[in-house]
């Protein structure tokens, strides 16, 4: 049994709570080579957590790739490559290298995740990646043991349930 992150606490790089990292990283990721490369075509790129058509509502400036952007963000938000060696470092010193998990349950995850440590990695931040099946994820989840993971998730009919997972309360 693994412990909740509630009674617990947390593991994970601190940049991973600061929206203007997260923001970053949206910039730092081609959606459409995913499409192309990854789905062979077969997907349409994501902007919201709600894709059902009934439910959906696009957004009105959706973020699309811009590495610049990205690294404009970054630099506004203190995080700078203070040693040279090609990783930015938080503001309190600490580099940007950071835990991924991909899922070997869903091949395309790793297929994805080799794309997004390159791009991330233009933008100043290191990935090392970690394939787990399923139930090794949800242990890591449960335990809010990582920094950045890929994980697959289908939609219901109501949108409530998606929703309410981006709350506190969840």
Known sequence: ???????????????TTDPAFRLAVEYAID??????????????PGYTVIPTPKWHAEPATPITYDPA?????????????????GIRET????????????????????DAGEFIVEWLRDIGVSLKTEAV?????GDIWYANDYDLYIWGWGVEPDPNFQLSTYTTDQ
């Open 1 to 15: 049994e693994v412990a909740y992150c509630k009674d617990t606490g947390f593991t994970h790089h601190p940049a």
């Open 31 to 44: 959606r459409d080579v995913l499409v192309d490369r990854v789905k062979l075509g077969y997907a349409e």
């Open 69 to 85: 952007e990205a690294n404009r963000i970054l630099d506004e938000a203190g995080y700078a490559d203070t040693d040279g060696d």
């Open 91 to 110: 503001p309190d010193g600490e580099p940007m290298e950071m835990r991924f998990v991909v899922r070997t349950e869903a091949p395309e995850t790793i």
């Open 133 to 137: 099946n399923d139930s090794k994820l």
